[in-house]
């Protein structure tokens, strides 16, 4: 998912209505190294404005839809659009879209792979946290929920080999 502020005269951003029109958008993992442009990708610029250019990062081709996403970042996922949620806010900036997909294929960078693994350390994922204040993912740390039965401990953990060797054991 990803969400966009409306524009000052109240209407969406071209990224979302993109995503609604074509049913697909890309995700791209948000990283300390691309803290910049991500911020100019934020600008409200008029449609048509190619926001890669802008940015000054690389166009680089999805492998399942006709749809660029940002070669730099470490993490993307290519996604069907699923819906979109608008929450209202004070004017002139306080509504938001989410929109959410469902991810048909993912790629990740060989160099922030640990033992296979995404090693979210290694990516430096930022996040906007309110204001003008966003914050950089520099530790993890791991949580194993208690009492939790094995099928879904590794659905939480993601993994799709599990999940397919758990479906092809219960046919």
Not at 8 to 19: I, P
Not at 65 to 83: A, G, L, Q, T
Not at 133 to 154: A, C, H, K, N, R
Request: glycine share 6%; aromatic share 8%; net charge negative.
């Amino acid at each position: 998912m990803f969400s966009s502020n409306q524009t000052v005269n109240g209407t969406r951003k071209d990224t979302v209505v993109n995503a609604e029109q074509t049913g697909r958008f890309v995700w791209n993992l948000a990283t300390w190294d691309l803290r910049e442009a991500v911020n100019i990708s934020a600008e409200q610029v008029p449609y048509g404005v190619d926001e890669f250019e802008r940015a000054k990062v690389t166009k680089e081709s999805a492998t399942l839809m006709d749809i660029p996403m940002v070669k730099e970042s470490p993490v993307k996922f290519e996604c069907e659009y699923h819906s979109t949620v608008r929450l209202p806010g004070n004017p002139p900036m306080g509504t938001v879209d989410v929109v959410i997909g469902r991810v048909i294929a993912v790629h990740i960078k060989d160099e922030v792979l640990t033992d296979g693994i995404l090693d979210i350390k290694k990516t430096k994922p930022i996040a906007r946290c309110g204001y003008y204040q966003y914050t950089v993912v520099t530790e993890t740390f791991d949580m194993v929920i208690p009492g939790m039965s094995e099928d879904v401990l590794y659905g939480l953990e993601g993994s799709a080999k599990r999940n397919r060797e758990a479906e092809s054991r219960d046919t």
